[in-house]
């Protein structure tokens, strides 16, 4: 039997009580036949899914599918490829940034999902005939989608355009989680690097023990709690213990000592090895009409185009649009992001292009 060119696939989980996913369907179809259904929970084999995850034949096909990579990640160690999403590839298709599946599928394949049984419980055995059919679905759509796109970035020539941004989703860094980096994420009402070492050290035993213990982080402590200690920095049980947030109960205890020690540890700290929050210089406040001219012209471009601005272009491209010009090292300036906008936008920026109003829209010509 010859290996299909693609699968089309899809993962039902629960996540509310864990830090890790737990997988309970995994949905699959190839470009001809039914749907797969595969069954961890009641010990289905999966060995020929592993395989095909990692043949360089196969294209694996997923729908914003970060979720799911990050389970077979957490499963294999590795991320599949080559990869294909299709809301990445509707970006490039005029479907804007994030569009829903559901919205793709009445688009495409003139069906409507039923999703009243998206967020019933997948742990729960034996499955319904109304969870199978939702999920055999999920898969079945999803192929003639993917199709569908092929062929329309094919005719368009965009299909170079999303490789980049596929190639990214094969970064195995961005399925998992740097404990001593979890601190980065969490709002704190100061920016000395004492407060931030001492953050630093209680995001990253946090995560260390949400991790082990296989519970989500907010149920071992707060953003808010941890961010209190920071600022706070008790350096005994009975300080601890007044710690907005934190149980007074646990002060004493073994919990509330580990606390204690890492406080202790990260304050000991060298100062030059304390976190710092680097900040940039602000954008010159006389280049900011420059920069909503980028603005409009990216929205004017992509609209034009069909093509979603964030695919184009990101803020800080046309930040430093604005203050280097054709000297800017951005993806904008390169590549197809170049013929579709960084041309124009030079030409903006040069004088050689204008733009007005006329029957209540905006026109581009030369100057």
């Known amino acids: 039997m010859s290996k299909p060119a693609f699968l089309a696939l899809d993962t039902e989980f629960l996540r509310e009580r864990t830090y890790y996913p737990q997988l309970c369907l995994v949905q699959v179809a190839a470009p ?46 590795r991320v599949p490829a080559p990869l294909f999403d299709t809301q990445i590839a509707a970006m490039a298709l005029g479907y804007g940034e994030s569009v829903s599946y559901a919205a793709l599928v009445a688009d495409v394949c003139r069906h409507s999902i039923d999703k009243s049984q998206q967020f019933t419980d997948w742990s729960i055995r034996p499955l319904t005939g109304e969870q199978l059919a939702y999920a055999a679905d999920d898969v079945l ?89 920071a600022l706070t920095q008790p350096r005994n049980a009975s300080a601890l213990a007044r710690v907005r947030g934190f149980p007074s109960d646990l002060a004493e205890k073994n919990l509330g000592q580990q606390i204690l020690k ?59 649009l604005a203050q280097y010009g054709d000297k800017a090292d951005v993806a904008a300036l390169k590549g197809w992001r170049r013929e579709v906008f960084g041309n124009v936008a030079l030409e903006l920026m040069s004088g050689k292009l204008g733009l007005s109003i006329k029957d209540n829209q905006i026109k581009k010509g030369a100057m």
């Open 262 to 320: 890492v406080v202790e540890d990260a304050l000991a700290l060298p100062k030059e090895d304390m976190p710092r929050i680097e900040r940039g210089k602000p954008f010159p406040q006389e280049l900011q009409p420059v920069l909503e001219m980028l603005k409009m012209l990216l929205r004017i471009q992509s609209s034009e185009t069909g093509i979603s601005p964030r695919l184009v272009a990101d803020g800080d491209d046309l930040q430093a």
């Open 141 to 229: 759509y999803l192929r003639q989608v993917y199709e569908n796109f092929c062929e329309r970035l094919d005719k368009l020539g965009r299909r170079e355009w999303i490789l980049e941004e596929m190639t990214n989703l094969s970064d195995v860094s961005i399925y998992t989680v740097d404990p001593e980096k979890s601190w980065e994420r969490i709002k704190v009402r100061s920016d000395k690097p004492p407060v931030l070492a001492v953050l630093r050290g209680l995001a990253a035993w946090r995560e260390r023990e949400a991790q082990r213990r296989d519970i989500p982080k907010g149920r071992v402590f707060k953003d808010e709690t941890l961010a209190e200690i």
């Open 32 to 77: 001809e036949g039914d749907a797969i259904l595969l069954d961890p929970i009641t010990g289905d084999d999966m060995t020929d899914l592993e395989e095909a995850l990692f043949d360089p034949d196969v294209v694996k096909v997923f729908h914003a599918g970060r979720q799911d990579l990050e389970i077979f990640v957490k499963l294999y160690g």
